[in-house]
Each structure stands twice: as C-alpha cells, then as structure tokens.
C-alpha cells in the first residue's frame, strides 16, 4: 500500500521535472546543428568530436524529456489535443536524435539533412509545449491591444445594468479574466471547464461546483473563500485574485439560481448587491463594503523580539487576524503601566492597530508615548486617570476609528481637541465629564461619529409596559 | 517572614530520585506505546514524504506540536468578538409566551394539535399518552417595539426596549427532548457527556487576554426554582487541557472562597510556597510528562494572581446606584441573576473570554402563566439593563451576548387546559434564542416557523449551526479547531454545522 503511494508520487515527481529538462534537449540538439552548419570550414575540423558529445547529450535528455513528459500528462490536466501532438513530436525527437546520433556516428552523408530535419521537430516541439503552459495566444498576445482583458477585470461600462444579461456581461467577464486560464480550453485542471454553460453545471471531477440557489454550498464560492494558505484555495495564490466586489458578485448569481439567460433585473437584488451592480455603469468599481479597522495594505512582520518583551510584562499580542502582520495590545493584566513598558510598543508602531489600555493606571504623562502608535484604528483609554491634557497627543492618530474614554475626566472642550480625527466613527463617553449642552455641541464637532453617551432614553412606544401585570385570560 | 526558604532546591534526594525511578504499568505502557506509535505515524505520513522538506516533517512527527500548529493559526479571520457571554436558560423557556408572536393560536383554543402538524414526531413520555394534545395560545399578549417593529410578549418589557439591539433567532432546532441530553448537547456540542464545554473550547483556542483571572467563569444564579440540575461536567473541559474548564463562582456574597492568606502568612510566603511546589511538580512532569501535572501548576498560579484580581473585579463599591436601579431590585443581592449581570459585566470589562450565566426554572410543565411570570421578572430587567450597560461601555462592540435555554416547548397543552392555567411539555423542533453585540445584525428576527410554533418553516437553525457561527464570530474556524483525543480529533461541531452567514453584520 505505502510503497504503491510512493511509487505514484515518485511518477509524480519525475512528471514534475518535465519542464526543467525539455530545456537541455533544445539547447543541446541546437548546438549540435549549429556545430554541423559551420562544420564545413575548414578552421572548424576540430567541432567534429564536438557534434558527437552534443548529439550524445540531446538524445539522452530528449528520451528523458519525453518520458517525464508522458508521466507528466498522465497526471496533470491538460488539453488532450494539445497534449497528444506535443507528445508525438516530443517522441518523434528522442527516436529521431537517436537516428542522427547513430548516423554520425557512421560519418554516414545523411547526418546533416536528418539533424535538419530534428531541429525543425525540436522547434515544433518547443513551441507546442509553450503553449500548452502558458496559453496558445501567449506569443500573438502581445500584437492584440486588448492584452489588459485577461490580467485585470477591467471591463467596458455597462450602459444600463439592470437590462444586461446576468451572465454574459457581468459573470462570464469574471470567470474569463480569473479562471479560463486553468479552466477553459487549453488546460482544464481539475477536469473543469468553465467557459461554457453546460460545462460549468457539469462541474468538475471532485463532482458539481455550482449548487443554484445555494452559493454556501457551492464548490466554487466555497473554494473562493478558503483562506489563502488553504492549497484548495481559488484562483491559486500567484494568480490574479477576485475582489471583494466579483466575489459578491458571483455569489449572488449563484444564490439567485445561477441562471444564464436572465437579465439582471429579472433577478432578486438586496440593497448591497444593487450597489455593487450599480457600480458596474460606471466602469469603476465602487468600494461599498464598510470602512474596516484593519487596514488593507499589507505591512512587514512585527519583530518577534519586541512581541515577546511585552507577553513577558503580561501584555497580551495577538495577531488581528491570520495571515496579517497587524497587531491588536492588551494591557488588561498589567496594574500599574511603567514608562518602560509603553516604550516597548515603539518598535511595532506599525503594526499595531488595536490597543487597549482600559481599566489601568494610565495617567497625562503617559500618554505622549502612545502619539508615536499612527497605525492605530482602535483605542480604549476606559477608566484611566488621563485628562483634557492627556488626550491632545492623540491628535496624531490620524487612522484612529473607535476611541472608549468612558470613566474619564474628560470634558467637551478636551475632546473638541480630537476634531482633526476625521476618520472617528464610534466615541464612548459614558460616566465622563460632559454634561447637558455639551452633546449638542460634540455631535457637530463630530458630524461623521456615533457619540454614546450612555444616558439612555428610550421613548415609551404604545403598549409598552414597564411592570409585569397580572395574566389576562383569554376566552374562547 | 522566615528565610529558610532562600535554601536552594535540593534536586537529587532520595525521595526524588524514586520518582526518576517509578516505573509503573501506566507510565510504562504510555512511554512504550509513544514510542510504537511514533514510528507507526511515521509510515502513515510517508506519502508525504516527497512533498515536504525534511525539517518541517520531523516538526510535525510528534502530535503536541501538531496541536500547536493548530493553535498557531488562530484566529483564522479577523474576530468580530473577543469575548462571549452566554445568558444560559436552563429548562428550556417558552417560545410561545417571549418571542415567537402566533396570533392565530387564538382561534383555536383548546382544538387538537393536527396530525398534520406533528407529523408523528416522538413527544416525551410525559404528554405522549394524553388523549388530547389540545392547542394553547398564549396567555400574554404580544406587542410591536422598536424601529424594527418586532413583536414582543408583554412579560419582557425591558427587553422590548432593547429590541433593535438584538438578532433573534425563531428557527434554532435540537435533536435532545430530554434535558441532560438537551443540556449537554449546547453546551459541548454532542448529547453524550464527556465532550468539551463551549467556553473551554474557546478559552483552548483563544488563550487568556487576561492572565490574572480564568478565561472562563460561570455564574449560577441562586433566585431560581433549581426544577432542573446544572452539574459541572456542562462547563467542562473534556479531553482539552483541565486548565480551560470553567470556573464556577459561588452564587453569594463572596463568589471566591479563602482569598485572604492565614493570619501571619503574606502574599510572599505564598509566592514562595507556589515556587517551590512548582519545582517539585516540574520534577515530576519531567519524569511523567503528563499534562495534568503542567495543569496543576498552572492552576495554582492561577489561584495565587487571583487572590489579588478577584477582590477588585466582585467589589461593587464603584458601581453607581444609577447602574443598581437600572439591573433592578435584586441587583444588590449578590448571587441573584441581576447582581451576576453586574458581575459578568465587570468581569467582561477585565477580558474574560467567555462568561457563561445559568439561570434555573423555566421547565413549566404545569403552571406556566405564573411560571413565566416570576421567570420574566427575575430576568428581563437584568438582561436589558446588560445590554444597556455594555453598550454605553462601547463593550457591546465586541462582546458576542446570547439568549436562549436548550429547547422550547409544545404549543399543546400538557396536563389538563384551563383557561388561566396550563403547561407545556419540551419541545426541540424550534424555539427561540438571540444573540446581540459584536458581529450579529441589530434589530432583526431570523428564521420562521409554522403557525402553531411547531416546525421550522425558513431558515433552520440547527445547534452545530450555532456553535459554528459562535466561533466564527471569535474568529474560529469551526473546522479548523481540532483536538486529538483517542485516536480521532474532535471538534466542537464534529461532522456538522455551517455558519449562518445572513445573520452577520
């Protein structure tokens, strides 16, 4: 059992190495040609035993080539077609490099016609083979215009969406420029074909990919989603991934019934997805998805170094998510907050984005040394003992979203001071010093932010009771 | 304070030599079997042999380290919560009389539940033999709150306040009639005893923010009727690691016991004791390596940091009568589920992990308007109130609070109907539950069922449906944390659950 395994993976592997040696057959068999064409100089007598080492080599390593390449299509997936012409003129190669070397080896006169005739099979070969892993367009792509199609779904307006038929002007562009390439004519991996309907429903050999009706259950969104360190994860990690907006996309299509005739306004739209439809009018896409407290660019990875100071004082590091260098500080388990310790955070200022610092003994002083923390979207400050004077350093948190300073001393005019935080959406301030008028007056200073106050007011709506009455009874 | 403990450990006595020496049946059969199975796993893993490099392979032959990888990845995505805080029902409340609204039970008062309806579905042994399964609306009346113009039973009024703070979910479904199995089941996962518990689960991938308090705590209110038993395997750690069990404060005055040290004997003298003992017990793990032995260690330690964290987090010294009236009445009565709603706040502002309350007696076989009624008033003010408190807090943000007891019950009546009284027996095929705060729609209702409150009609939701979307919500893959136990790995979902997406915000 286990050896049969490793026989096959060894197959495998073998079948792997196809496109490293296809290059030493080309290089050697050429040489050798190009050896034979100046042969007839007198000066280059000496080439002969040359010819003879290099035609030597290129047979050797085309009937290796041509050997990996069979356990290489045996199993990979690739246009059959295509694959059956380039094996033939790869095996017609080998036999013929065998000929040529046995003929020179004779001296016989015909040597120099049968080496023409392998370096005409040998450039056939190539370029079969070229195509089959890097498209059959892929040399006369570059006199097309359209060459920026098939990188980057960047399509033409659609003048009026709502009358475009779902698949053929909004879903087949997607599929088109992320997936044909392994999944269309030229190569079906997986045995999936996705440039044309049936194909699509056929699904591929693991079984159907699109359930219509069910976008969750379907293969193809499912494999969409998977984490990017996930190996079944779609289209594989180096190639072109699909935005946020395809993705939503496709899944509505799919969740809608995935049906190839309809046009869009015949089908169910939520408010989201009409935007995002919408969006395609304009030929941009519109990033509608709410603003996120993780910022998308990516940043270098946190020294490890720093990381394990703090979790050594009991400060708590974790990573915002997986695959992200983003870094969210808990300082809940530390009682008393030293200078020395909110130094450490300097040298992960990048990284750093969430922080809270509630409930310890944060004072004024120490504030100026979270101002170096740019990246921060997130801060909670709750229940420290920092003041109007404190919070003046946060002017330079520029990123800063969500800001909790319930329990402080803070008052109106100390948080006027934070109006050049213009990306504040969600401020705390219960159990703070702002009273009356005060609200009024932040709810300008902050048109954009939810400002909870805490006091809540909840008016009384008919029927409401506040205490429980007795049962009523109900008669028949 | 004396010093003979500046001594310096003493490694190599005799007594501690033995313990280098013990071989007995179990430890031996354990070091022996590792090893077989070691080069057993080798062969298994041989088919990947060619695919990976040498070095990661040996890093992944032993399954500790296997485990660790599983950690390592945590969170999978960016966690909308980072702490939950399970309101727990235990008896399994009416869904009729709180929050799944039929109007047209009216109309059939006392008529026998259709065939149709049921569908020959088991009932309990309790009403299965009545000859009458005659249908009971409910005995309050239900009104529209909030911008969302969600109905409401008059029995929750404060909650009504809240409403368009909570997502709530009318299609959640069980398989368990009974309540140990029901229990169980919500509470690990798998009706059979011995799995591990939510909170262990979620404090086994997601550490301690804190490392002054357990991240798991569980509060039992003690202002309930106790008609159904808790008992400690809900709040279980199962296979995980015995550190991630909950830990039960007492429901009363002083949640924690014996947090003052002995007159005459300091935080000091403690700390050295602790220190010693861990030497010794890192001894014997060495020669054992059993994790139960790292788990006492790490307990004590525990125990020790929480003889200063506690006092500060139960004292409600700080607590404004302001925030006493809103939780109500009983809120200045500790032990009571309004004084719990106080405390699991505190201790959600110092980043518990997961809170777990339990509040008895909803089990209402009989008696159930005046059941409901004493239910209602001890825990509606409470809850809204937590809601409240924890969003002015901005805790709400990104603290996952859920509602819910571990079935529902039948819209028939069980035991004789009058017209001021009756009970209903359980029922699991839908009932209510909601969740609110971080990452859940604000203000919606999900899932429908019949008119009768029977079946599910749109959207089910099952319980491993549930425990998925909790973990997603913590940032948890629910597939993708695992634990190695027996020979298989074990997940809080096993083989099932899918997140229920449409309900996220």
């Keep these: ?476 | 304070m004396s010093d003979h403990h500046k001594e310096p450990f003493k490694f190599n006595t005799p007594e501690l030599d033995q313990i280098k020496k013990k071989w007995d049946r179990r430890n031996f059969l354990t070091k022996t079997s590792l090893g077989i199975g070691a080069v057993a796993l080798g062969s298994l893993i041989g088919k990947n042999l060619l695919g990976k490099a040498a070095g990661t392979l040996a890093a992944e032959g032993s399954a500790a380290s296997l485990e660790e990888e599983i950690l390592r990845a945590i969170p999978h995505f960016a966690p909308k919560a980072k702490r939950v805080v399970y309101l727990f029902m235990s008896g399994g409340p009416s869904q009729i009389e709180t929050f799944d609204y039929k109007p047209k039970l009216v109309d059939m008062f006392g008529q026998a539940l259709p065939d149709s309806v049921r569908q020959g579905q088991r009932l309990t042994s309790m009403s299965s033999n009545q000859s009458i399964l005659p249908i009971v609306p409910s005995i309050y009346k239900f009104n529209q709150h909030g911008q969302s113009q969600t109905w409401i039973s008059e029995m929750l009024p404060h909650t009504a306040e809240v409403v368009d703070d909570l997502c709530i979910i009318k299609s959640i479904h069980s398989e368990a009639i009974n309540h140990d199995p029901a229990i169980t089941f919500f509470q690990t996962g798998n009706q059979l005893p011995g799995r591990a518990s939510i909170g262990s689960w979620v404090s086994y991938g997601l550490g301690s923010d804190n490392k002054n308090l357990p991240s798991f705590i569980v509060l039992v209110s003690k202002n309930a009727s106790k008609d159904q038993p808790l008992y400690s395997r809900l709040w279980g750690n199962g296979f995980l690691p015995t550190e991630h069990q909950g830990v039960q404060f007492r429901s009363g005055k002083d949640p924690v016991l014996f947090l003052d040290n002995p007159e005459g004997y300091d935080g000091a003298d403690r700390k050295e004791m602790l220190d010693y003992l861990s030497k010794l017990s890192t001894l014997q793990n060495d020669a054992y390596g059993d994790p139960e032995v790292e788990a006492r260690i790490a307990q004590y330690e525990m125990a020790f940091r929480m003889q200063t964290s506690i006092p500060e987090v139960i004292s409600t010294a700080d607590e404004t009568d302001e925030v006493f009236d809103l939780y109500g009445p009983d809120s200045r009565d500790p032990g009571s589920y309004a004084s719990n709603c106080i405390l699991a706040r505190k201790l959600l502002e110092k980043d518990v992990k997961f809170v777990q309350l339990y509040h008895q007696g909803w089990d209402h076989h009989g008696g159930l308007p005046q059941g409901m009624a004493k239910q209602c008033k001890d825990t509606d003010q409470p809850t809204a109130a937590f809601i409240k408190d924890l969003k002015r807090r901005g805790l709400l943000e990104d603290t996952l609070v859920i509602w819910g007891g571990e079935f529902g019950r039948t819209v028939y009546s069980q035991g004789k109907l009058k017209l001021d009284d009756y009970g209903r027996d359980h029922h699991p095929r839908c009932f209510t539950m909601w969740m609110a705060g971080a990452g859940v729609k604000p203000g919606i209702s999900y899932g429908e069922t019949d008119d009768f409150s029977y079946n599910v009609v749109k959207d089910p939701v099952h319980v491993h449906d549930f425990h998925a979307t909790l973990l997603h919500l913590l940032g948890v893959d629910h597939e993708r944390l695992t634990y190695k136990f027996q020979g298989r790995r074990f997940r809080l979902t096993d083989v099932e659950g899918k997140v229920v997406k449409e309900i996220l915000s």
């Excluded at chain 1, 190669?93 to 099979?121: E, P």
């Excluded at chain 1, 440039?195 to 293969?219: Q, Y």
């Excluded at chain 1, 998805?289 to 004082?313: H, Y």
């Excluded at chain 1, 610092?357 to 120490?366: H, V, Y």
Aim: aromatic share 6%; net charge positive; charged share 20%.
């Design chain 1, 1 to 476: 059992m286990i050896i049969a395994i490793l026989l096959f993976s060894l197959t495998e592997l073998i079948g792997r190495f196809h496109p490293v040696l296809v290059h030493l057959p080309i290089g050697m068999l050429v040489l050798a040609a190009i050896f034979q064409l100046i042969l007839p100089k007198q000066k280059n007598s000496s080439l002969v035993p040359a010819i003879h080492i290099t035609l030597f080599g290129g047979m050797l390593s085309a009937i290796f080539s041509a050997i990996s390449g069979y356990l290489l299509s045996t199993t990979d997936d690739y246009d059959a077609s295509l694959i059956s012409t380039h094996q033939w003129f790869g095996i017609a190669v080998a036999v013929i490099s065998i000929g040529a070397y046995i003929l020179n080896k004779q001296q016989n006169k015909y040597t120099k016609w049968v080496i023409l005739l392998m370096t005409i099979l040998v450039i056939i070969t190539g370029h079969l083979g070229g195509s089959i892993t890097h498209g059959s367009d892929y040399l006369t792509k570059v006199f097309s215009s359209d060459e920026i199609v098939s990188s980057n779904t960047q399509r033409k307006p659609i003048a009026n969406v709502q009358e475009a038929v779902a698949y053929t002007e909004i879903i087949q562009p997607i599929l088109n420029s992320k997936c044909y390439n392994c999944h269309g004519v030229n190569k079906q991996k997986g045995k999936l074909r996705l440039d044309l309907p049936d194909l699509i429903m056929k699904g591929g050999k693991d079984g159907v990919i699109i359930m219509a009706g069910k976008a969750d259950e379907s293969e193809l969104i499912k494999r969409i989603l998977l984490t990017k360190d996930n190996k079944d994860h779609m289209p594989p990690i180096e190639k072109p991934q699909l935005s946020k907006q395809e993705i939503e996309l496709l899944h509505w299509w799919i969740s809608t019934g995935a049906d190839f005739t309809q046009k869009v306004k015949s089908i169910p739209q939520s408010e989201k997805i009409k935007s995002v439809l919408l969006a395609l009018q304009s030929g941009e896409i519109i990033e509608v998805i709410k603003q996120s407290d993780i910022p998308d660019q990516a940043i270098e990875k946190a020294d490890d170094n720093a990381i394990q100071k703090l979790k050594a004082r009991g400060i708590s590091v974790s990573a915002v998510s997986q695959n992200s260098n983003y870094l969210s500080i808990n300082f809940i388990a530390v009682d008393a907050i030293s200078e020395k310790d909110l130094n450490l955070l300097e040298p992960l200022r990048k990284q750093i984005i969430w922080l809270k610092l509630g409930n310890t003994k944060l004072s004024d002083r120490q504030m100026e040394m979270i101002s170096s923390l740019t990246a921060l979207t997130r801060l909670s400050l709750e229940r420290t003992a920092i003041t109007d004077k404190g919070i003046i350093a946060l002017q330079k948190l520029t990123s800063l979203q969500y800001i909790n300073l319930v329990g402080t001393k803070i008052t109106a005019k100390g948080l006027a001071q934070l109006k050049v935080l213009n990306k504040l959406e969600k401020i705390f301030l219960y159990q703070t010093s702002i009273t009356g008028t005060d609200w009024d007056e932040l709810k300008k200073i902050f048109p954009k932010a939810m400002i909870d106050s805490g006091g809540y007011t909840m008016p009384l709506l008919e029927g409401d009771t506040s205490e429980v009455k007795p049962p009523t009874i109900i008669k028949k």
